[in-house]
T-cell receptor, first 115, second 112 residues
């Protein structure tokens, strides 16, 4: 079974631009979560989607948004990029909601550099 | 709120056992996880434990959970150079969906 696939692997953008990252979950997984990893803040939760609905959201500004499609694939978008948005963005998928013993499986991430 | 803490570094000799520790604050934890991250890679799920269990063993890995002290540990038996990586513990809480709160990570270095 293929794992979580994130594209692209690397991105370089300029301040003020916007960016869209893509995530394909493990086949059959309906929940997709996004995390930001930086050296200073560590791993921080961005949001979670389940059956095309945002179920949970972290403490990030509105410039960070996401969506999930009917095939469970997800995208996240960051508008008006700032230097501090440079990070590794990780997507994780899960069979179902937490509480049913269904752990998160992570992709290899998209490394975003903002210059 | 949730807070998860880990020591930053651990150095062991090849063949020895490694014990990585983690403490958490939220008493409504449901699951606790251990992930491994190698350079340039994402997070690899190693094992996880339900909060009403106190131990779980999976080949070379043993997880111990002391719910009273909110302490979680991961023991790696017969540590190999390929185990060198950063190890993260994480918790999920009741009503939190799939939101995980991660620790800062412990860098494990295995020396020959």
């Amino acid at each position: 079974k293929a794992g979580v696939t994130q594209t692209p692997r690397y991105l370089i953008k300029t301040r003020g631009q916007q960016v869209t990252l893509s995530c394909s979950p493990i086949s059959g997984h309906r929940s997709v979560s996004w995390y930001q990893q930086t050296p200073g803040q560590g791993l921080q939760f961005l949001f979670e989607y389940f059956s095309e609905t945002q179920r949970n959201k972290g403490n990030f500004p509105g410039r960070f948004s996401g969506r999930q499609f009917s095939n469970s694939r997800s995208e996240m978008n960051v508008s008006t990029l700032e230097l501090g948005d440079s990070a590794l963005y990780l997507c994780a998928s899960s069979l179902a909601g937490q509480g049913l013993g269904s752990p998160l499986h992570f992709g290899n991430g998209t490394r975003l550099t903002v210059t | 709120g949730e807070d998860v803490e880990q020591s930053l570094f651990l150095s062991v000799r090849e063949g020895d056992s490694s014990v990585i520790n983690c403490t958490y604050t939220d008493s409504s934890s449901t699951y606790l996880y251990w992930y491994k991250q190698e350079p340039g890679a994402g997070l690899q799920l190693l094992t996880y434990i339900f909060s009403n269990m106190d131990m779980k063993q999976d080949q070379r890995l043993t997880v111990l959970l002391n719910k009273k002290d909110k302490h979680l540990s991961l023991r790696i038996a017969d540590t190999q150079t390929g185990d060198s990586a950063i190890y993260f513990c994480a918790e999920s809480i009741t009503g939190g969906g799939n939101k995980l709160t991660f620790g800062t990570g412990t860098q494990l270095k295995v020396e020959l």
